[in-house]
């Protein structure tokens, strides 16, 4: 194998080390500008010509080296209401910097306050916001008011944003209104039939200010220069639908410069991969998606369409609210209802699930148990480094994953804790989750069309590129289904024509979904489809297309092209009702809390909508069904202002695949009644088998050698003093992982909080190994030291390995997982050929990339 591995790393030392000089390339900025401060400039109100488009070259994904910026945090008070309207102050924690929270000085504090429900429908109680009205609500002296709220359920009521100036209630309300536009750009609307609730739609505009997107500062080291945004005409057709409704275009260095501030280290080429070509930005009023486009490299410019344009507050900073992730996904229950009612037969159904529980069950091998830790090969095959994978302790499954790859058995703690565990979990979500080969979550966005740009896309056909093996990308080719998991009504899946050229490859990146902007639109017939972030499902696999329908729809490409008008069409289109007296903040949030509640009843139309639909393999096509969908989508518009549908439809006992069903509910005869009840005989079946830890019964071999050796080299008392250190830690450690679960439990859901969660994380671990390092060194002691002192500790001092359940597996190797890997891996495999094997698998990828690059 030497003479293999030496010819391999010849070649691509020979391959990385050619001068390929591309038609193209972008430039690199000086990094000696002068320091200004960071701002967005709107160069005009109107549309304007853009740099001619250069000739098509195929779309490539190129790393980003990062110098990422840690997280910028704020500490704010979590207060908890009680329904008496008294209150409960649970001190202070740290969450990420919101954009109006940068809007005004550092006198200003901030509060997360929790509001009890006094009603099945989630309503506060009304003492609850009394409490807050008229300026009542102080604490430590200083007056407090309402500035944003989080919608709740009937379980948990609504979480709100609240603020204190420093120069008292009324001139502290104005300061921060006028900071944001209120009861100028952001104003009260008169009702009108399609929206009789015209404030909660300012507090669905004022809560995109306190959000967790991140800014990028501009101009970096890595970018020099000043942002500029130009405002252009939206494409909307003959049918009046806004065919860009909420997607930018911008300059490639600025994503991939926000990139390197934001993301981690490059990510993994695996099946899921999260891309910087694409985003979802928040900037002041504006919301919606930015996309890299060739034609604007090296201008600093991002093009908004108006209707991303929410209200006239342009933000000083770009913020990054999320970037662009492709990888694939399940089906739920509510997808096979449809599919099956559309006309796709159940033994396709039958046969995906058959297939992946033959792929989570049986005998366990090193595959099957990566399968189970949600790892690809290519993730494995990508990792330089131990602590890659985990992301240093922050990728829970991650950490498990590197376990299993340095050598630990899956019969020793705490991978044998884990690997129950997973298995189980797979099962169960096997019973809410179709996996089928063939479908796709992807980011929805236009053709770039902006510039004058000719369109290539037409009518119902798409471009997407998915991750393929081998870190590459392929494109989608001939028929497609696209859908939205939201979506109830068969009639809301949408049959495309999947197409792939030079041209749709240079201007649009991979990983997204890419609609045409000219004939006939996929999102008409009400649907309300648009592109300010939302996730499409991409279905390719054949089996789950319906046959019947599916050349009839693609013949549909052939019809007439609307025209494209770009025209004050698109102003009429977002034009909104005259404006009346807008009341103050505080006033409109207390308003939301008391009626929005009521009128949130999404969760209760999906329910009766499942029951309806569960009743028969068509029943979501015929009888209550089709029109408690249609009152569904209606009660999504009731956040932004939109009516309240009447509720109509009976309860009667659950489906057994209807989530959270309890025992004796009713079997569905349709398909997804069928997958959940194949899920659950296998669940059952796990249960039944007796699992034999015999090598859980005896310490690893390999880390107790090696901790051996660690104290023959240090001093009794300093070993003993780092058996203390390592105490420290663990308790320091489990506290905060429960409080992080008991937020996790009481915090209100917020699209914005899992994200938040993970980077706080990340900086609280970065923090944690950085102080162990340093005690650690004043003991003449190196971090792997201390982390086979907490390994012996836990594992040996305390025979947690004879435990048959690693109730506490967070530790040490969320810490310390990097440094444990490295020292088995060494002694594991020692002459063993699976080191070379792997770093043989990473070689011919390097070689692949580095051949299609010079290609």
């Known amino acids: 194998e030497l003479p293999m591995a030496k010819a391999m790393e010849a070649t691509v030392a020979k391959l990385l080390s050619m001068s390929i000089a591309p038609t193209r390339c972008a430039k690199r900025r000086s990094a000696g500008s002068q320091e200004t401060k960071p701002e967005l400039i709107a160069l005009d109100e109107s549309p304007r010509s853009s740099p001619p488009m250069p000739s098509a070259e195929a779309a490539t994904l190129q790393p980003v080296e990062s110098h990422r910026r840690d997280v910028e945090l704020i500490e704010v008070r979590r207060i908890k209401m009680r329904p008496d309207g008294t209150h409960m102050d649970l001190g ?13 000085d550092g006198s200003w504090q901030w509060a997360k306050v929790e509001f009890p429900a006094g009603d099945r429908d989630g309503t506060p109680t009304e003492a609850s916001v009394n409490a807050w009205m008229n300026g009542n609500f102080r604490l430590d002296g200083r007056p407090w008011f309402l500035v944003s709220i989080t919608k ?22 104005l300061r921060l209104e006028q900071a944001i536009g209120w009861g100028s750009s952001l104003c009260l609307q008169q009702p009108s039939t399609a929206r009789p609730h015209p404030s909660f739609l300012l507090q669905a505009r004022v809560k995109q200010l306190f959000s967790a997107a991140r800014p990028v500062r501009l101009p970096s080291p890595g970018l020099a220069g000043v942002l500029q945004v130009v405002f252009v005409e939206d494409v909307v057709d003959e049918a009046g639908i806004i065919r860009t409704d909420g997607a930018a275009e911008c300059d490639p260095e600025i994503l991939a410069e926000a990139a390197r501030q934001l993301l981690p280290p490059a990510p993994f080429p695996g099946r899921r991969r999260q891309l910087h070509h694409g985003a979802q930005i928040r900037c002041g009023g504006v919301k919606g998606t930015a996309v890299a486009v060739p034609r604007l490299r090296g201008t600093m410019t991002m093009e908004v369409p108006r209707s991303m344009r929410k209200w006239d507050l342009l933000g000083h900073e770009l913020r990054i609210a999320s970037f662009s992730v492709v990888r694939p996904t399940g089906l739920n229950s509510t997808m096979l209802l449809r599919l099956e009612a559309a006309g796709v037969p159940r033994s396709a159904f039958i046969e995906a699930q058959e297939a992946w529980l033959r792929r989570i069950g049986g005998p366990i091998t090193r595959r099957r148990f990566l399968r189970l830790l949600q790892v690809d090969e290519e993730d494995i095959a990508s990792a330089a480094a131990w602590g890659e994978l985990s992301r240093n302790g922050a990728s829970f499954l991650g950490s498990f994953a590197e376990l299993l790859l340095a050598g630990f058995s899956p019969w020793q703690q705490p991978l ?9 979990a797979a099962l169960k979500q096997a019973s809410e989750k179709l996996h089928v080969d063939g479908a796709w979550s992807c980011r929805g966005r236009p053709e770039p069309t902006f510039g004058g740009v000719e369109a290539q896309l037409l009518g119902n056909q798409i471009f997407c590129l998915i991750p393929d093996e081998d870190g590459q990308w392929r494109a989608l080719r001939g028929p497609v289904l696209i859908a939205q998991a939201v979506d109830l009504c068969p009639s809301a899946l949408r049959w495309a024509e999947a197409i792939d050229n030079e041209e ?8 997204e979904l890419f609609f045409s902007v000219a004939g006939r639109a996929l999102q008409e017939g009400g649907l309300g489809w648009d592109f300010d972030g939302d996730y499409y499902v991409v279905i390719e696999n054949q089996s789950l297309i319906p046959p019947a329908w599916t050349q009839a729809e693609l013949s549909q490409v052939a019809v007439s092209q609307a025209t494209v008008l770009r025209t004050a069409a698109s102003r009429a289109a977002v034009s909104q009702a005259a404006p009346t007296k807008t009341p103050g903040l505080n006033q409109t949030m207390g308003q939301f809390l008391r009626e929005f509640p009521p009128a949130n009843s999404m969760g209760l139309y999906q329910r009766l909508w499942l029951l309806a639909a569960g009743a028969g393999p068509q029943a979501c096509a015929s009888g209550q069904a089709p029109s408690i969908a249609a009152a569904y989508s209606m009660a999504v518009d009731v956040e932004k202002g939109g009516p309240r549908p009447a509720l109509k439809g009976s309860f009667g006992a659950d489906w057994d695949f209807m989530k959270n069903a309890a025992d004796g509910c009713r079997p569905s005869p349709t398909a997804a009644g069928e997958v959940y009840r194949m899920a659950q005989t296998a669940l059952r079946q796990l249960a039944e088998l007796p699992i034999q830890p015999a090598e859980a019964l005896r310490p690893d071999a390999d880390l107790l050698s090696l901790w051996q050796a660690v104290q023959e080299r240090l001093s009794e008392s300093r070993t003993r003093s780092l058996t203390v250190l390592a105490r420290k830690l663990r308790s320091e450690l489990l506290r905060w992982v429960a409080e992080q679960l008991q937020q996790r439990a009481d915090d209100n859901p917020d699209s914005s909080r899992a994200s938040e969660m993970q980077e706080l994380q990340e900086e609280w671990l970065r923090e944690k190994r950085r102080y162990a390092e340093r005690e650690a060194d004043k003991l003449g002691a190196t971090l792997t030291d201390l982390a086979l002192a907490s390994w012996h500790a836990k594992y040996v001092e305390h025979r947690g390995y ?3 359940a690693d109730k506490k597996q967070s530790w040490p190797w969320t810490i310390f997982g990097a440094e444990l890997c490295r020292a088995k891996a060494d002694r594991a495999y020692a002459g063993c050929r699976q080191p070379q094997a792997e770093r043989h698998r990473r070689l011919l990828l390097d070689v692949k990339r580095a051949a299609a690059a010079a290609a």
Not at 92 to 99: D, F, N, Q, S
Not at 504 to 511: A, D, F, Q
């Open 92 to 104: 202070w924690k740290e969450v990420v910097r919101r954009e109006a929270i940068d809007m005004l």
């Open 152 to 173: 709740g359920s009937w379980k948990k009521s609504a979480v709100a944003w609240a603020a204190s100036g420093p120069r008292g209630l009324e001139e502290d309300q």
């Open 416 to 424: 044998l804790t884990r690997l129950v565990k997973q298995r189980e």
């Open 504 to 511: 749709l490859r240079y201007k649009c990146g991979p990983g």
């Open 802 to 804: 004879a435990a048959s």
